[in-house]
T-cell receptor, first 117, second 113 residues
């Protein structure tokens, strides 16, 4: 199956610093990637849709200035948590869609655990 | 807005037995996709099975099968001959527009040896 890789898998940072998380589709081109946030034993909450070459589309309630998303190539999307605070601590997951539209198959990254001290 | 409800936060099954995880959803659309994903302790989500709403036949993948009741908006997952490796959190998901998926809250499945 297709592989999507996230890096780093774990990151600890101090409050006020910025953290970048990368999501790569290793064996297919993904025009669309999605970023989710997951709290312990909870569902995935969609944060934004990342489209290659254009601005990300954020879900309601997600601060676009805090969670910067860049999708500069067909295999890489990045999520930057700016001026991170302890409440931003969470598990962040990306997915990449192979194929077009609603029928395209989603492949998920391994997730990144962010801890803000 | 579309919603997905998994009413069973936790389920357990004896190894080699069968277990059914329930999922209901709410939508006004007629053409959509439904999915079951598995998230083991390693945390990477993997697709278990998918169902196209326009297909009446229930999807099956080896030991995994679904009972899709479109009128009732129900989409349950049956795991036959449960194995220890099936232990994970299972998410039901709905997808309609632009590939955005709505996930249920998940069901944690424990498999007892």
């Amino acid at each position: 199956g297709a592989v999507v890789s996230q890096h780093p898998s774990r990151v600890i940072c101090k409050s006020g610093t910025s953290v970048k998380i990368e999501c790569r589709s290793l064996d297919f081109q993904a025009t669309t990637m999605f970023w989710y946030r997951q709290f312990p034993k909870k569902s995935l909450m969609l944060m934004a849709t990342s489209n290659e070459g254009s601005k990300a589309t954020y879900e309601q309630g997600v601060e676009k200035d805090k969670f910067l998303i860049n999708h500069a190539s067909l295999t890489l999307s990045t999520l930057t948590v700016t001026s991170a605070h302890p409440e931003d601590s969470s598990f962040y997951i990306c997915s990449a869609r192979r194929g077009l539209g609603v029928a395209g198959e989603l492949f998920f990254g391994e997730g990144s655990r962010l801890t803000v001290l | 807005a579309q919603t997905v409800t998994q009413s069973q936060p936790e389920m357990s099954v004896q190894e080699a037995e069968t277990v059914t995880l329930s999922c209901t959803y709410d939508t006004s659309e007629s053409d959509y996709y439904l999915f079951w994903y598995k998230q083991p302790p390693s945390r990477q989500m993997i697709l278990v099975i998918r169902q196209e709403a326009y297909k009446q036949q229930n999807a099956t993948e080896n030991r995994f099968s679904v009972n899709f009741q479109k009128a009732a908006k129900s989409f349950s997952l049956k795991i036959s001959d449960s194995q220890l490796g099936d232990a994970a959190m299972y998410f039901c998901a709905y997808r309609y527009n632009a590939g955005k998926s709505t996930f249920g809250d998940g069901t944690t499945l424990t498999v007892k040896p």
